[in-house]
């Protein structure tokens, strides 16, 4: 804070008029800010974002960045960032802020080119992503907006060709102000990016020539309007907040320093932009006014590593990497432990902490039960947006997390892994987590070996780009071990199958049960080829209704194996009824099969 006179000055012609707020005394120049302001108002995009390639990817980075509080009392210590990586999340989320803004209220989740592990988590619900569509009733693609050709999906990090994030235009109001909220919440995991997007908004902003407010320390809060950057102190109401209006936007950024904003906000009509954690302490201020809640996504590993970059201190992008594949997305914490010696050992130790049973149970059953995403711990479990960013899914951060909790979850003797499973697989919010129980035990009663029924899927006849397999014909039975073969008796004895894990690069291996090293970059969730009736079976587990059959992974498959050794694909589910979307492309599969498993009996660890 500081009484100096405004740096800048203004001829009498070139002098815009003072913001009518700027009538009342308490708000005095900002030297900290100002040179952010100078940088950015009514600049064209261009000369505020800066382009750049990295691996051949294009992206966009802010490089004029205001003073990041990491003291409270002080805009003088900033953090380690140097510049913000424009994030897809981030012109999503400037779109639909700005429809908000002009009456429009509709927030599809859409597609991105460059995913995360955890988008795939709204498969779950019956809308595949990996067309970048949703689906009408024949299966034909809905599209829901300008991103909804890209093509979705976990290939992997490198060799992929993702299409250029497009340069958001300066932002122009054409219609009315007449937002349809009064509070817009931004919420997600901690450390994805939720209070740099403020700095995002508010470039945009300025680079429009609004006048906002925003706050991220205590009862200071900074005005920018078209003569300069202000700081005006907010312990009580105080008189200038009458003459707030709908033109002006106040950002608000929730954290350990300021929990929520002054009373006096919500009396007035000022729109507010509220980043923070969905916890109640920090969103339930706004609770009896008109709140539109907006779910972030994680960053994809491109972009975490990417944003990286623009640290003070150089990052070991190898244990970067590691970290967000088994610890998730927290790009803050990932920071600072891998700068420690002790970092990841530590985090470890304190992840086991969070692990035992009863805090465990409680835990995902309170969340699951009540449905709500602040009470749960954001080391094990990770939120993140449904098919509509006013949704949200759940689930365990990663499968290396999911096995500590089900490492605990083995040594209870009431079966409780089943009641957790029915439990998460209940609500579509947490069927991810359902789904790591899922493919868990089916990989273990598989390669133990079983005795299974499966039913021939037939082609509906309704899909357009895919052909849609439902259940008919008959059952049989699905011998697994020590080989995978049909029978239709079932009277043989199984014994257990040979296990091996393999990556992407490998060739297709005889007479073993092959599972991904890593199930996020998979196509499928294994194969067994049996060399002697010349077939490959390809497995595919899933607690959906609905799901897609990628192209890769038949690829993959066809390009290891003779001509004449067929394929046939069976899917694996809870759900009695399946439906299969396979593009139309797709000549190379014979056989398409269905194992309902009716109960969780086979779900019961060994």
Known sequence: MTSEPHPLSFDSESTPPPHPLLQHPEFLPSNPYNSFWNDIWGKPYSEVFTPFEYQGRPYNVLLHLPPISGDPDSYSSTSDTEGILMLSEYQDLWTDLQNELNGVHALPT????????????????????????FRNEDGSPVLTGPHSQLQSGHAAVEGEDYAMIKALKRPRRHVPYRATFRVFQILGQPG??????????????????????????????????????????????????????????????????????????????????????????????????TVTTWYMRPMSLNEFLVA???????IDKTKLELFYTTYGPNARQAYDLIGRPDGLRKHVQDVRDKLPLEKLYSMITEYSLNLKPDSISHFIMLVTAGPTRYSY?????????????????????????RDLFLLLNSQ????????????????????????????????????????????????????????????????????????QFYDHTEVLHRGVYGQPTSPINAAFDAYFWNETQKTVWMLQLTVSD?????????????????????????????????????????????????????????????
């Open 110 to 133: 859409l597609a991105r080119s460059d995913p995360s592990p955890w988008d795939h988590w709204n498969e779950l619900n019956g809308k595949p992503w990996s067309d970048g569509a």
């Open 192 to 289: 994805i990016g939720k209070s740099m997007s403020l700095y995002v908004i508010l470039a945009q902003r300025l680079m429009a020539q609004k006048p906002t407010f925003l706050q991220n320390k205590a009862k200071v809060v900074v005005f920018f309007c078209s003569t300069g950057a202000y700081e005006v102190r907010v312990d009580e109401e105080p008189k200038w907040a009458e003459k707030l209006t709908e033109e002006e936007l106040f950002l608000f950024d929730s954290n350990e320093v300021v929990v929520q904003p002054a009373d006096f906000w919500r009396f007035f009509p000022i729109p507010i932009i509220e980043a923070a954690s969905p916890k109640p302490e920090r969103t339930n201020w706004a609770r009896k006014m």
């Open 308 to 314: 990286s970059l623009f640290q003070s201190r150089e």
């Open 393 to 417: 899914r759940t689930g365990f951060i990663s499968r290396d997390v999911f096995q500590l909790a089900r490492e605990q979850y083995e040594k209870d003797k009431n079966h409780r892994i």
């Open 428 to 499: 579509p919010t947490t069927r991810a987590s359902a789904g790591y129980i899922f493919e868990d035990s089916m990989h273990r009663i598989l390669k133990k070996g079983a005795c299974l029924q499966l039913r021939k899927m037939r082609d509906s006849g309704t899909g357009k780009t895919n052909t849609i397999y439902i259940i008919d014909h008959p059952a049989e039975w699905l011998q697994v071990g020590p080989t995978i073969q049909l029978s239709e008796r079932r009277d043989f004895t199984v014994g257990p199958l040979p296990f």
């Open 546 to 606: 609905e799901h897609d059959v990628k192209p890769s992974g038949i690829k993959w498959i066809r390009d290891r194996i003779p001509d004449d050794v067929e394929i046939r694909f069976v899917v694996f589910s809870p759900q009695e009824r399946v439906r299969l979307f396979i593009p139309k492309t797709i000549t190379e599969i014979i056989y398409i099969y269905h194992v309902h498993i009716p109960n969780l009996e086979p779900l019961v660890q060994e």
